[in-house]
């Protein structure tokens, strides 16, 4: 096994430090034991921090309420950055009026809203008001019939000349320890082999997403690539993606990478971390000191 | 547009006709108008003719009974070569006991049924059971709970190493003149991505469609591929595979390929079918001759 | 046909220009006749303008060059923006010492050298150095022995853990009104699919591009999405890049989109360019009034 | 590890072995040690054998002679089946005159030689010429210049509406311990990706290579598929191939499929071999028995 960092003596060379959610911060039985000692660590050492997470099931304020509740109080929803909120970017610059169509929940909806044009669920699609769809936004895999909504989503981009966008590429996440549950970018990648268009995807790996946690800082003082570092459980999205963008990155393992895969991981996929850490857990011993 | 044939005189060059269904013999409506008369000219000339088509949603004898409903009663259940044949070959070879379990209507599971095994639904596994589960068959899109059971096939297909068999490798098929309907392939394909295994499919384009019509005219005489004509309405499926199994082949333009398209499909896919006709019916004038 | 627009018109509404340079600016004959007129109208009105081009061949004070060479001395290199300097920010940030081996010319090895570390082009790596091979460029197709280098970046790749990174993700480019040339993106391809590895990739339609230039106006003004404008020949890479940053864009047709598809592609891909125009040229005629 | 099966008591129980040659016969450093035992043995025991291999590059009696200078002179030219067979098969069907260019050695091109038309190689097409062409194959990645052949097959394809056959579908060959070398199937993966036509593929793991070798037996005798066993060294090829086609397969050890790997690749691909063994090798030990 390659060699395993201390995590807080990471973080200790970086002033701002780009969380992944799932897998790092929490899992699917709640918040990683232990993870509100290294949130306490980052306030007390002045550190910035914001978690960027292609999960657009829920909107940032939500999503800060679900950390409150499982005891996380910490979590200011302006340090959270998701794929929906890219979206949302996306559908203000470039539709005018009529109607944004998705596939999620109502929850999920409310990232894509604005009064310039109406949100309609699939469900609510239909010949009557079908001209005036401007786009369709694959948002979360839960609040609709799959064997109606993705057939009707097929048949309105086949008729439709319009972007169709995906706010989650992520292909499948964990349910429980054994099981994983579809995920919405799965679909999407289904309807779009069938309609035979390109989609538009907002998320990790994507550069973007990392943008536009960079320019949260930008807007406020002066920051440089070398400052920030990324930590992430997944090599395909996390790591490469915040390599790409020019960051150092972590691996941690407390999430989709095994301790016994990740060098195996690693060699054969060509996408090295910068570090690899048990997790994003600071100890007791490391704050003692 | 391309020289365009008569369908007649091209199958009095053959001996054995092999057509494909959907698009060919029948539309989203019902039968193509008049291919009654095709058949009749057939069984005059003592031509032979296979029905090879990649729908495994019902048994051959269920589909020639749905072909004589509509009044061509002249076609034998034995003149129907399906992909969920081959299905069914390839269980009979590998699987010894144990559970079988499909996504599709309980017409479609008759194919898989063996005396050996049970079949049983994916609704039908639960913890109890998927250690038996030696074979998962994806049939047809209609007869499960999308939601439940492709998350429930995925799970099992990840706990377990079995063969994943694609009865269908279609993407979509026609609903009405404007709607299409997610085909079993396309879920076949997405769960394929989320478990990162290999499935194993059959159809066309797939030679082993066509040996299996050829090797049923080989068991009672003798045959050369040049006897064999293909007709079919897809350059990706019916074309190519009838191409690279060594058979001539006919595109009609009766159903995918559309008549102002068909040129430049064939030059942009480099697919190059022998002949093109309107559609594979015999005109009464050409039957007067 | 869809409604043509008048490009000059379009520029009128924009502060700042984005351009394509192949198919745009240039093509395999040169310049694109009439282009100067459409820099000095640009001059003119005080609008900016950035050529974003996915050519890593020559550093941009070469391209620069080869624009005045031709008669368009108003090009400033500073105002060209190629995913090969991607590819260096990453180098600078990823590579500390040892040896970057590159595929390409001399005069693309440019980009990438950095006193910190050796610049060999691949047929200079060897038994003797391959172990200080921190990282391996894909920058151009030529400059190298095809046969011999590619198998060696294969081997380079398979033997050692190092990022490879692909600075122009083009398949192909044209030579000629018919000829086309294998790009080094096509190579870089086949590579990663040999190897198994995942290869970073720099060039548009990735978002990282159109920052890369934004990033440029924002170092020394304030600037809205909403005042730039896309210009491009290609729907899979300027149109979808231009769109997904979120910058209104311009289809011309003067590259590889021709005049009678560009309806047909915009359909059947789903990538919808703002607007659609002729050429990047500004006629005599409307510059007069 | 899995249990390691004994190779001699299963061939024990079948008629008929298809061996894979690379990997299982041989390797980069000429014959696999021992298997001359294995040859002798299946001649005193009655049984038959074919050697089912995507290498193209040579005739079956070149390729049988190569055996012979080795030392293993049982190898029957007559039971060696290639793909290069099948693509001369559908050549004969399919072309009538003109030219077939290759890309290959002048070894590779008898494969496809035949009086009705004229066998060319790449290099030898130019303008006076190029309209003759009807088909172009891709035998072997030697015996021409990669940069002009390349390129000049990508611009042939793109102006000729013709087939393009691809008679070897590996991405790589092993050249040594530890260098592999880039296959015709790569680079025929990446002119279809720039031309964006469809290729015609022979080769395991498709059926057709089965279904060749089943009917040269058939032709002499009735034949079951129970009685068949295919050897091969890689899952996504003989493996595959075999199981699909309805035969019972051994993975042996001696190739591509490392032994400590064996388990972990056949969960993680779902592939799954009747059997493993170590190699092909028949040990003095067994035969004494």
Redesign the interface.
Same mark, same amino acid.
């Given at each position: 096994m390659k060699h395993i960092d201390n995590f807080r003596s990471i973080i200790d060379r970086y002033q701002v430090v780009f969380f992944d959610a799932f897998g790092v911060l929490k899992n699917y039985k709640g918040l990683v034991p232990g993870i509100e000692k290294t949130f306490r660590y980052l306030e007390e050492q002045g550190k910035e921090y914001y978690i960027v997470t292609n999960d657009a099931s829920r909107s940032p304020a939500q999503l800060a309420e679900s950390y409150h509740r499982n005891g996380l109080d910490i979590i200011d929803p302006e340090r959270i950055v998701s794929s929906g909120m890219l979206a949302k970017?996306?559908l203000d610059?470039?539709v005018k009026d009529g109607i944004v169509a998705f596939m999620g929940t109502p929850e999920s909806a409310h990232y894509i809203e604005n009064e310039r044009w109406q949100t309609l669920s699939i469900a609510e699609i239909n010949s009557t008001n079908i001209d005036k769809v401007n786009a369709v936004v694959f948002m979360d895999d839960e609040g609709f #019939?799959?064997?109606e909504d993705?057939?009707k989503t097929? =048949?309105i981009?086949?008729?439709r000349?319009?972007?169709?966008i995906v706010a989650n590429t992520d292909?499948?996440y964990p349910l429980s320890v054994? #099981?994983?549950?579809?995920a919405i970018g799965?679909?999407a =990648?289904?309807v779009e082999?069938?309609?035979?268009?390109?989609?538009?995807r907002f998320g990790k790996p994507?550069?973007?997403m990392f943008?536009f946690a960079y320019d949260l800082i930008r807007d406020r003082r002066p920051i440089n690539?070398?400052e920030i570092v990324m930590v992430g459980d997944t090599l395909?999205t996390d790591i490469?993606g915040g390599?790409?963008?020019?960051l150092d990155t972590v691996l941690v393992l407390s999430g989709n990478t095994l301790a016994e895969d990740a060098e195996a991981n690693?060699?054969?996929?060509?996408?090295?971390p910068t570090y690899i850490c048990e997790s994003a857990v600071i100890n007791e011993g490391e704050l003692d000191f």
């Open positions: 970017e996306y610059l470039k #019939d799959w064997f993705i057939n097929v =048949n981009l086949r008729k000349t319009i972007p169709a292909y499948a054994n #099981d994983v549950s579809v799965s679909i =990648n289904m082999n069938i309609v035979g268009k390109e989609f538009i994507d550069s973007q943008m690539k070398k395909f490469i390599n790409k963008f020019g690693i060699h054969s996929t060509g996408i090295v």
